[in-house]
């Protein structure tokens, strides 16, 4: 079994700034949004939850790979993997 490969202080640095512009975005799209309708603070608190969901899932999609093993063989719960029994 091979370790995954570890990720560079650039691929570290380009997640938060990724997670920390669809943040951003999230909260200026949102507030841009509640100055057009008149529902402040209602879509800028919806526009963060995206923004928060968006990089979280930007940031998942980027380490990843990072996680993964060449294992291929998981336990499985119907998988007896006591050795007790005979």
Known sequence: MSKPPAPNV???LGVGAMFGIAVGLGVFLGVLADDAAGTSPLLALLGTAVG???GAAGA???IRPYTRTS???IARP???VR???Q
């Open 78 to 80: 119907n998988d007896d």
């Open 71 to 73: 294992d291929t063989r």
């Open 52 to 54: 928060i969901l968006g």
């Open 83 to 85: 050795s007790d029994e």
């Open 10 to 12: 650039v691929t570290l």
């Open 60 to 62: 998942y999609t980027v």
